[in-house]
T-cell receptor
Framework: DAGVTQSPTHLIKTRGQHVTLRCSPI?????VSWYQQVLGQGPQFIFQ???????GRGNFPDRFSARQFPNYSSELNVNALLLGDSALYLC??????????FGPGTRLTVL | DQQVKQNSPSLSVQEGRISILNCDYT??????FLWYKKYPAEGPTFLIS?????DKNEDGRFTVFLNKSAKHLSLHIVPSQPGDSAVYFC??????????FGKGTKLSVIP
């Protein structure tokens, strides 16, 4: 079975630009969560969606937004990019409860 | 304010010996705990979890112990193998799908 997939793998943007990251969950998983991991830190929770509804939001500015589609895939959008947004963005899906399965991540570099 | 703390940034262990990775938490609302392993350029891989109603959970070479009164959990790997060399993250959840991660411990298993 395919695991969580994310695209693109790597991305380079300049300050002020906008970026869209994509995630496809494991088949049958209805919940998708997004995390940001900066170097030397653990992943930090950004959003969680279940059945296309936002269930939770972490401590991130309104420049960050997300949505989930009817097929349970998800997009994370970041507007007005800052240098500090450079990070590995991880998507995780889950079937039940707290066991979340992560994708390989998208490495975003903001210049 | 770090709610999940992994105070050892790194740990070196001889192949065949036991690896013990520690994690402390401060939020009494956490009731589910997970350990993830992460290789460079990959997303975190789920290893093992434990609910707060238990104090021990085993899966092959991996055992997680939970001491609720001390707000402490540990991951034991026996016997350690060179392929176990990775960064290990402790994560906790208040039952809401939102995971809070520690900063990770880099385990090096020396052949």
């Amino acid at each position: 079975d395919a695991g969580v997939t994310q695209s693109p793998t790597h991305l380079i943007k300049t300050r002020g630009q906008h970026v869209t990251l994509r995630c496809s969950p494991i088949s049958g998983h209805k919940s998708v969560s997004w995390y940001q991991q900066v170097l030397g830190q653990g992943p930090q929770f950004i959003f969680q969606y279940y059945e296309k509804e936002e269930r939770g939001r972490g401590n991130f500015p309104d420049r960050f937004s997300a949505r989930q589609f009817p097929n349970y895939s998800s997009e994370l959008n970041v507007n007005a990019l800052l240098l500090g947004d450079s990070a590995l963005y991880l998507c995780a899906s889950s079937l039940r409860g707290n066991e979340q399965f992560f994708g390989p991540g998208t490495r975003l570099t903001v210049l | 304010d770090q709610q999940v703390k992994q105070n050892s940034p790194s740990l070196s262990v001889q192949e065949g010996r036991i690896s013990i990775l520690n994690c402390d938490y401060t939020n009494s609302m956490f009731d589910y705990f997970l350990w993830y392993k992460k290789y460079p350029a990959e997303g975190p891989t789920f290893l093992i979890s434990i609910s707060s109603i238990k104090d021990k959970n085993e899966d092959g070479r991996f055992t997680v112990f939970l001491n609720k009164s001390a707000k402490h959990l540990s991951l034991h790997i026996v016997p350690s193998q060179p392929g176990d060399s990775a960064v290990y993250f402790c994560a906790a959840s208040p039952g809401s799908y939102q995971l809070t991660f520690g900063k990770g411990t880099k385990l090096s298993v020396i052949p």
